[in-house]
Every structure is written in structure tokens, then in C-alpha cells.
């Protein structure tokens, strides 16, 4: 019976020669989503390219076309990481794979095709059916919210088209991403098509998956036959140091500016400090140590920092989503820093890429420390056989959930007991992280053995949680599944007003008379949201976007357009409706027909307001105008009730332009608090 192994643990030979079959039935019965749950490190990208490569041999076996679209983790290493275990299939297909990514991979992955948008990608389909290309057979894509929405998009119109006969999607890690925008409710509606033949979600932890009621409430899970992990190093097979002594118990997440990243390094760097002066023997020849910080990128170069201060000979590596880098020491030329991102062929790995870097440079026998935090916490395989698996790793990471601990704990995993190079590693960690990742694997083991090729519920899922303290009481324990996000409803367009008119004049009259307010005083600029190229829009325009209204804060707006005038908008029932107001699509169609109309019937009536109060709001100005400049003690009312501004303009003997300025300023704001809590 064969084993899930993947390349670095076999020979390509044996590699090409391994038997999926056992472990990828030819179809997944049942509901067309379903979960595949196995442990960190177990091969469980390697089940997928074996269920693709069975599907490829039916579909050849039967006369059809089928395609295959892969979800890969939204990081750049996650996506190399998958496609670069591709090249068998592209191997037998030449010409059959394909990345489908806005940027063109240079180096990376670049043996395969590329296309940066889904009209692209119809546009292969359609020159396959012309015989003038191969058809693409799987599409690897990266799982943000914009991939996810492209390819919602493409397989529908795949559905009508019917470019190919069907399609099978794989999620891998979804948990990490399902609870990201939409993407819950995209991955329904593309299970609904019905040239969707299944979808297989891949990951080791999968509480965020399942909810506790609607779609997501029960799911199959993938049948294994006959697993065997007789060879995969799991929380039995290592050998922990509780480090209880630096984190105060019990334990409080900090909080703060920035989700408290900056106090969390600091508990971090701190707590590897403390372990690494207490047991000097981790940074000791011939050892390989794994020392994740956290999220800040400052801390991992701390780390790098810390350790060349304990140990000069040892060799750090530091993956982020920025570096990708080896560093050591060396007597005649200083610091040496190797790019491990150019350094390497199509078909390495970043495990092989440092394997081969410590052997080229004769670094093995010096201690060997790989940090990081995001691009080292899930998926990413770190370890070679060639050197052997991990001998010491160093968690203090108490703030995290118990499947990111679990995951970042799963770098120290795998199948490694028949390697040559084999040993124990030891971890170092507070009591509570070790039962946090013991109970995540018996959560998974659980499904295996009790719950294989069967539907689970969440309760089943999480059982082993629930029995065991340190992860019930999780500091970050996720929020109750809810329904998936309904989106915002779209906007009633029949619910709306508008009247247009050629002056800013007519159009402050207007709003005075109708809504008892004011515009502010922008002059004849418009937001940049409505511009276009520093230029107001037609009218038409904000017809249509209606931008801006409908709460209670923006009840109307008004804006220039682009032909000299002023447009007023408002929603109807927010407002009485005016007896002559324009709405809707009678709107459009008058404005298009008569564009002139509107305002000629308008413009009596929206000058009348400033006619009648022409007189008066000009005399008390008259008024006024001499005795204003002199210095005025109190304060008196009008006629009109408008209250006079006093201000003593002419400066203070002894007084300096900027205590002026200053001393005005606060007349200012003292009058405009005063009115306002007058209105009160």
C-alpha cells in the first residue's frame, strides 16, 4: 500500500510511479462540496495533484474535456509552492497549465501559461476550439476576493458556452480565506452551475469551514482508504520543554493602536530570549532550529539580530512577505546574504533552495535558524531530508487561535521517520500551546478515524476542543458561524429627485426654500470621486450614480455639471416632493429631449426667494457697513433677528499681527460655540 509522499521525501522516480489511487476515488459521491481533513504536513497537496491526475486518465478514458481550477493561499510563496508540483501534469500535458495572475511570473513558475484576466483566458478556450493552441486543463489561481470574483464570472459563462464538459474546483488551506468578503457566498453559487462536477476543500483545520446551520452545516468528508501515517511526525513525536515562567498567567491578548502588533512583538521577541539564554545548547552545532516571530517584519530582523549576538556562526533565514533571504558570517568577507528568491531553478523549492545553499557554502554543521511569522505559519513545507528535520522550535505565541497555532506548529511536522537524517525535535513553549496543538491534532485524527468518507457537523468537528480546557478557553475563541454576508441591497433609482438651474445663486435659494439648508461653499469644484480629469459630469451621470444621498446626515446634494449648470438631488421619501419636480427616468428622457425646459420653468420661482429678500438682507449690511469697523462692546439683534459679528478688528495697542491672528481666531470660535448651543 502506497503512502500520500510528496517529492522531497522520495526519489522522482518514485515519485512518478506512486500509486494515488487508494487514496483519490475516481468521484466524490454526495454533495458536491467536500472536506478533505489531514494532518499539517501530510501530504495533502500531493492527494490533490494525484485526484487531478485520475481525473485527467478518465476523462481521456471516457472522450471528454474536462478543467480543473485550483484556489492556492493568497501568498506569492504559496502559489509557487503548488504550481511547482505541478510539473508532472504539465509534463504529460505540455502546454495544459496555466496561472492565472495579474503579473506575469518571471523565473517562478514561468514554464507554464499565463493569463492576467478571465476575457484572456475564454479567449485560450476559443483558440483551442479553432485548433490553434493546446486547452488548458488546470488553472491555478490565487484565492483573494478580485481571483475569486473573476472566476465566478468565467464559469458561468463556461456553463453556457460549454467549452468544456465540466469542471472540478480545489480549494487548498480554504480556511484560510472562506470567511474573507464574499467568497463564502461566491463558492455557493459555483457549486450551483451544473457544469460544476465538485469541489474539494483541502486543509487540516476546518472549524471556520463548517457553520452551525444552512449550507456549511454538514459536509462530506473525503473517504481514505486505508491511511497510513506510520511514518509522519505529529505532537506524540516530539519531546516539549514547558516554559511557564515569562508570560503572566492568566494571559491577556494586548490591545490597542494597531491590533497591539507592536506589544506582541515585544512578548515575542522577549519570550525567545529568554529561552534561548536558558538553553544555549539550541544554537549548538549541528542543529536546526525554528524560531517564528510575529507579525512586524522589524521583529524578524530582531531575531536575526538576537541570534548573531548569541552565536556568530549561525546561519539565519528570514521569509517574509518582502525577503526571502540567508545570512551568515564569514571570516574573510564579513556578512554574506544570499537572495533566496533568485537563487534557483524552476522545479527547487524554498526547502531545497536552503538545503542546497548550506551545502554549496559547507554551512551544515553550523546551527541553521528559519524565523518569519504570515509566510512561514501555514503551508509552507521548510524542512529537507537532505538535512534533516528540525532539532529545537521555539513558540510563545499565546495570543494566536487554535488553528493558526496549530498551523504554525505544523511546520515541525511531516512524514520525515524513514529519512536517513531523522531525529526528535524538541520544542520549548508554555503548557498551553502544547495542549492547543495536541487537541487541533486529535480534531483531525478524530475525522480520520472515526468520521472518514462521513458527513460531519461542526460539533463533530470540534469535539476534542470542547473536552480540553486550554482550547475551550481560547483567548480569541471565533466569533458564533452566522449566516453568510448578505450584500448591501442595490439602490431604489426610482427614489429619486432632482431639479437643475443656472446659477449657484438660484441653486442656494432653492435649498434654503426647500430643505431650510445650505451647500457648502466649494466654489465650482466637485469631489474627486465625481470628476473626471478635474471636470464635472453631465447630468446624466449623476442620474445614475446618485451619489451621496439617502441618510439622514446627506439628505441632497448639489454639484456643477459639465454644461455650466447646477443640479440639486435629493431621495422622495426622505422630502415632500415638490409639485413640478422631475424624477426618474421622466427625468432622463426630459432632460434629453428639452435640456432647457427644466430650468425655464424653474427659474422664476428659484429666483423669487432672493428677490423677496433682496431688500431686507441688504440693508442691515448698509447698516452696518461703517460702525462694524470700529470696536463694538455689545452684541444687538436686527431686524431681521440676525445676530450682528462684533469683531474688534483694529489691533490692541501692543498687540503683534500673530496675537491678532490668534485673538480673532478665538472670538471666532467662542461666537460659533455660542450660536450653536443657542440652537440647542
Excluded at 47 to 55: E, F, K, L, V
Excluded at 334 to 361: A, H, P, Y
Excluded at 503 to 526: M, P
Excluded at 585 to 602: L, M, R, V, Y
Aim: net charge positive; glycine share 6%.
Amino acid at each position: 500500500m502506497a503512502n500520500i509522499t510528496p517529492n522531497y521525501f522520495m526519489t522522482k522516480e518514485e515519485t512518478k510511479t506512486n500509486n494515488y489511487e487508494e487514496y483519490c476515488p475516481d468521484e466524490i459521491e454526495a454533495m458536491k462540496v467536500t472536506l478533505c481533513i489531514l494532518p499539517t504536513q501530510s501530504g495533502k497537496t500531493f492527494m490533490t495533484i494525484g485526484h487531478i491526475r485520475n481525473g485527467l486518465e478518465r476523462d481521456k478514458r471516457q472522450g471528454e474535456e474536462g478543467l480543473n481550477i485550483i484556489f492556492t493561499m493568497d501568498t506569492i510563496l504559496g502559489t509557487e509552492q503548488f504550481a511547482r508540483r505541478l510539473e508532472t501534469i504539465e509534463n504529460e500535458y505540455e502546454g495544459s497549465v496555466y496561472i492565472f495572475n495579474s503579473k506575469k511570473t518571471s523565473g517562478k513558475c514561468s514554464k507554464y501559461k499565463h493569463v492576467s484576466n478571465r476575457t484572456e483566458l475564454l479567449g485560450k478556450f476559443a483558440e483551442y476550439r479553432a485548433g490553434l493552441g493546446t486547452r488548458p486543463r488546470v488553472i491555478v489561481v490565487c484565492s483573494n476576493q478580485t481571483r475569486f470574483r473573476d472566476a465566478l464570472e468565467f464559469i458561468k459563462v463556461m456553463d453556457n458556452l460549454k467549452f468544456v464538459d465540466h469542471i472540478f474546483i480545489y480549494c487548498d488551506e480554504l480556511h484560510q480565506y472562506i470567511e474573507k468578503g464574499y467568497i463564502r457566498d461566491q463558492l455557493e453559487e459555483m457549486h450551483n452551475f451544473d457544469i460544476v462536477n465538485g469541489i474539494l476543500a483541502i486543509t487540516a483545520t476546518a472549524e471556520k469551514i463548517t457553520m452551525d446551520t444552512g449550507f456549511w452545516s454538514k459536509l462530506k468528508t473525503l473517504h481514505l482508504k486505508d491511511f497510513d501515517d506510520s511514518d509522519y511526525v505529529g505532537y506524540r513525536d516530539l519531546d516539549f520543554i514547558p516554559v511557564n515562567d515569562f508570560f503572566e498567567i492568566p494571559y491577556v491578548r494586548p490591545r490597542g493602536r494597531g491590533f497591539g502588533y507592536r506589544e506582541l512583538e515585544e512578548q515575542t521577541i522577549g519570550n525567545i530570549f529568554h529561552i534561548l539564554s536558558r538553553y544555549p545548547n539550541i544554537l549548538g552545532e549541528n542543529t536546526r532550529s525554528f524560531i517564528p516571530a510575529h507579525v512586524r517584519r522589524t521583529g524578524h530582523q530582531r531575531v536575526r539580530d538576537m541570534v548573531f549576538s548569541l552565536n556568530s556562526q549561525t546561519v539565519v533565514v528570514v521569509i517574509n512577505g518582502k525577503e526571502k533571504s540567508l545570512t551568515y558570517t564569514d571570516l574573510l568577507t564579513g556578512i554574506i546574504t544570499v537572495d533566496l528568491e533568485k537563487k534557483g531553478t524552476f522545479n527547487e523549492e524554498l526547502s531545497e533552495k536552503i538545503s542546497r545553499t548550506l551545502n554549496e557554502n559547507n554551512l551544515k554543521s553550523r546551527p541553521l535558524v528559519i524565523t518569519g511569522f504570515l509566510c512561514v505559519g501555514m503551508g509552507q513545507t521548510l524542512i529537507h531530508r537532505t538535512i534533516g528535520p528540525f532539532t529545537s522550535a521555539v513558540f510563545g505565541h499565546l495570543d494566536l487561535t487554535n488553528d493558526d497555532i496549530y498551523q504554525l506548529f505544523g511546520r515541525i511536522t511531516g512524514r520525515m521517520k524513514t529519512w536517513d537524517t531523522y531525529v526528535k525535535t524538541t520544542v520549548y513553549c508554555p503548557n498551553d500551546v502544547k495542549l492547543r496543538c495536541e487537541t487541533m491534532e486529535k480534531c483531525v485524527r478524530n475525522i480520520i478515524d472515526n468520521h472518514n468518507g462521513k458527513t460531519i457537523t461542526q460539533d463533530i468537528l470540534i469535539k476534542p476542543i470542547q473536552q480540553e480546557k486550554a482550547t475551550k478557553e481560547n483567548i480569541r475563541l471565533r466569533k458564533n458561524s452566522v449566516a453568510p454576508t448578505v450584500k448591501k441591497p442595490k439602490k431604489d433609482k426610482s427614489d429619486f429627485s432632482y431639479r437643475l438651474f443656472d446659477t449657484l445663486v438660484e441653486t442656494k435659494a432653492f435649498i434654503l426654500a426647500q430643505f431650510g439648508g445650505r451647500i457648502n461653499e466649494r466654489g465650482e469644484s466637485v469631489p474627486k470621486t465625481l470628476s473626471k480629469d478635474g471636470t464635472p459630469r453631465s447630468v446624466e451621470y449623476y442620474i445614475n450614480r446618485q451619489w451621496g444621498i439617502g441618510t439622514d446626515k446627506n439628505r441632497y446634494r448639489a454639484f456643477p455639471t459639465d454644461q455650466n449648470k447646477w443640479i440639486v438631488y435629493w431621495r422622495s421619501s426622505i422630502f415632500n416632493k415638490p409639485e413640478n419636480e422631475i424624477k426618474g427616468d421622466q427625468a432622463i428622457q426630459e432632460t434629453k429631449g428639452e435640456p432647457i425646459q427644466p430650468i425655464q420653468e424653474t427659474k422664476e420661482e428659484s429666483i423669487q426667494p432672493i428677490q423677496e429678500t433682496k431688500e431686507e438682507s441688504i440693508q442691515p449690511i448698509q447698516e452696518t457697513k461703517e460702525e462694524s469697523i470700529q470696536p463694538i462692546q455689545e452684541i444687538k439683534g436686527d431686524q431681521t433677528g440676525r445676530v450682528k459679528r462684533k469683531y474688534n478688528r483694529e489691533m490692541i495697542e501692543g498687540e503683534s499681527k500673530e496675537d491678532r491672528a490668534r485673538r480673532l481666531k478665538a472670538e471666532r470660535l467662542k461666537r460659533y460655540r455660542d450660536e450653536k448651543q443657542a440652537k440647542k
